[in-house]
T-cell receptor, first 113, second 114 residues
C-alpha cells in the first residue's frame, strides 16, 4: 500500500527567505506526482505536476523535483511572500490505469511578514 | 467561472439523517473523482467515474454511501443514516480523459453530523 509522508507538518519562515518542502513515498511505481496548495477551509489548487520520467518542473517562484528511485520529491519556493501561507500537499498517482491520488498529510506553511 | 463547483458548501445534519451532495465538473472533463478529507489529514480517495461509469470504489465507501453520475455530467454523493464519523470535507475533482492528467478540485462540501 502506498504511503506518502510530508515533513515537517508545519513550518514558519520570515518573508523573503527561500524554503524547501519535502515529500516521500514508499512505492516508487508511480505515474506522476502533483503538488497542491490548500487555503484554510478551501479546496485544492494544483501547483505543479511531474511525470515519472521527469526530474523537475518549474512555475514562477516554484520548482518541484522528483527522485523516483529514492521515493522523494521537494517543492522549492523562492523569495517567499505572506500570500504563500497555506497548506501544501503532495500526491502520487500510481501506474498507468489507476487514477486515484494518494495524498500526504501536508505541510502548513506560515510566512512571517 | 468554469471551474468545478460543489453544492452545498456547508451542511449540518443530525445523526441518522440522509444527505446528498452535488458536484458539477469542468464541462469537457470526462473523469470525476470524490475524496474525503478530515481535519489535519490529506484527502482520501472515495470513488471515480469515467463518463457515467463508476470505475473504482474505495473500501472507505461503505454501503451507506452511494455515488452516481447519471448522464456523465454532474455527480451526486449520498450518505444514508449519517454518523458522527462522517463529519469531513467532501471534495470533488475532475480531469480530462488522458492518463495522469491534473485533477482540478472544487471548493468542497463541509459536513458536520451532530
Amino acid at each position: 500500500k502506498q504511503e506518502v509522508t510530508q515533513i515537517p507538518a508545519a513550518l514558519s519562515v520570515p518573508e523573503g527567505e527561500n524554503l524547501v518542502l519535502n515529500c516521500s513515498f514508499t512505492d516508487s511505481a508511480i505515474y506522476n506526482l502533483q503538488w497542491f496548495r490548500q487555503d484554510p477551509g478551501k479546496g485544492l489548487t494544483s501547483l505543479l505536476l511531474i511525470q515519472s520520467s521527469q526530474r523537475e518542473q518549474t512555475s514562477g517562484r516554484l520548482n518541484a523535483s522528483l527522485d523516483k528511485s529514492s521515493g522523494r520529491s521537494t517543492l522549492y519556493i523562492a523569495a517567499s511572500q505572506p500570500g504563500d501561507s497555506a497548506t501544501y500537499l503532495c500526491a502520487v498517482n500510481r501506474n498507468f490505469g489507476n487514477e486515484k491520488l494518494t495524498f500526504g498529510t501536508g505541510t502548513r506553511l506560515t510566512i512571517i511578514p | 467561472d468554469t471551474g468545478v463547483s460543489q453544492d452545498p458548501r456547508h451542511k449540518i445534519t443530525k445523526r441518522g439523517q440522509n444527505v446528498t451532495f452535488r458536484c458539477d465538473p469542468i464541462s469537457e472533463h470526462n473523469r470525476l473523482y470524490w475524496y474525503r478529507q478530515t481535519l489535519g489529514q490529506g484527502p482520501e480517495f472515495l470513488t471515480y467515474f469515467q463518463n457515467e461509469a463508476q470505475l473504482e470504489k474505495s473500501r472507505l465507501l461503505s454501503d451507506r454511501f452511494s455515488a452516481e453520475r447519471p448522464k456523465g455530467s454532474f455527480s451526486t454523493l449520498e450518505i444514508q443514516r449519517t454518523e458522527q464519523g462522517d463529519s469531513a470535507m467532501y471534495l470533488c475533482a475532475s480531469s480530462p480523459s488522458g492518463f495522469g492528467e491534473t485533477q482540478y478540485f472544487g471548493p468542497g462540501t463541509r459536513l458536520l453530523v451532530l
